[in-house]
Nanobody, 120 residues
Framework: QVQLVESGGGLVQSGGSLRLSCTVS????????MAWYRQAPGKERELVAE????????TYAEFVKGRFAMSSDTNKNMVYLQMNSLQPDDTAAYYC?????????????WGQGTQVTVSS
């Protein structure tokens, strides 16, 4: 069982920055996908950024391109989301997500979420 714990959320003014962290309970070398999602009140959960094993690129949602940056530290089993130029529309609960491929099946894991609130 993989456990994910997010931290770093909070209240920030428009134009400000936050860095979210996600602690992964197992070696990240065993992961297929690492990603950040977000969910605003009354809206569906949406992908913010993802990295897929073997692909040396990060895919970003259009609404965060140029503002957010996803990174990871395999030595520390940590995944990060640096968020700059935050806007009120970025207000949401942010979730860390990983999955593993095992014997043809995908196992998915979610963190509990961390709240980001951007005031205007």
């Amino acid at each position: 069982q993989v456990q994910l714990v997010e931290s770093g959320g909070g209240l920030v003014q428009s134009g400000g920055s936050l860095r979210l962290s996600c602690t992964v309970s197992i070696s990240m070398y065993s992961l297929n996908t690492m990603a950040w999602y977000r969910q605003a009140p009354g809206k569906e959960r949406e992908l913010v950024a993802e990295q897929i094993s073997g692909r040396h690129t990060t895919t970003y949602a259009e609404f965060v391109k140029g503002r957010f940056a996803m990174s990871s530290d395999t030595n520390k089993n940590m995944v990060y989301l640096q968020m700059n130029s935050l806007q009120p529309d970025d207000t949401a609960a942010y979730y860390c997500y990983v999955d593993q491929l095992y014997l043809g099946n995908k196992r998915t894991y979610w963190g509990q979420g961390t709240q980001v609130t951007v005031s205007s």
